[in-house]
């Protein structure tokens, strides 16, 4: 019985820690495909020349009327490597079976992002205890949400036109 006591009093600590965190604009988080953390300060992301047209691509196409399986279908037919491909590459980790196949879904992650318009989206899941694993979907009023704390890949008109 004791030791429950500490293991709850211990996740509430975290979990206070880690909500002011997240509310002061800090990332909790890796970044996403087309940033990469400032070498001098890891709380920054900042744009990754490498992957960033890729990202600006995937919007510009959607604006322009195509669809997320076309999208997938161009970047495939381009030979542009897939998330996983170019983190394993920098990671000196060995390349997936096809580093080159985008799928819908791929797409469709890129264009549900706010993150790609430089603001910080803290909190999208949660768990209702420290002993449940499974994450649930946060609603957006409960998410934390800071804008302009990196530099945007897309605009924010781009990005709600999509």
């Known amino acids: 019985m004791f030791n ?3 293991s709850r ?3 509430k600590k975290i979990r206070a820690v880690i909500k002011a965190k997240g509310n002061s604009g800090k990332h909790l988080g890796v970044p996403p495909y087309g940033y990469r953390l400032d070498p001098e300060d890891k709380d920054r992301w900042i744009i990754d020349e490498e992957t960033a047209p890729v990202v600006k691509r995937v919007f510009d196409m959607t604006i322009a009327g195509t669809g997320p399986f076309r999208i997938a279908k161009t970047l495939e ?4 490597p897939i998330p ?8 000196g980790k060995p390349l997936p079976e096809k580093p080159y196949l985008w799928t819908t879904q791929t797409v469709v992650s890129f264009l549900e992002r706010v ?3 430089g603001c910080v989206c803290n909190f999208k899941t949660y768990s209702k205890s ?3 694993k ?3 979907h946060n609603a957006l009023e409960n998410m934390a949400i800071v804008p ?9 008109e781009q990005f709600d036109r999509d």
Do not use: G
């Open 4 to 6: 429950e006591f500490y």
């Open 9 to 11: 009093d211990t996740s």
């Open 77 to 80: 037919a381009e030979k542009i």
């Open 84 to 91: 996983k491909a170019v983190y394993a590459q920098r990671n």
């Open 115 to 117: 993150d790609y318009t």
């Open 130 to 132: 420290y002993k449940l």
């Open 134 to 136: 499974r994450r649930y």
């Open 148 to 156: 302009d704390t990196q530099e945007a890949i897309v605009t924010r």
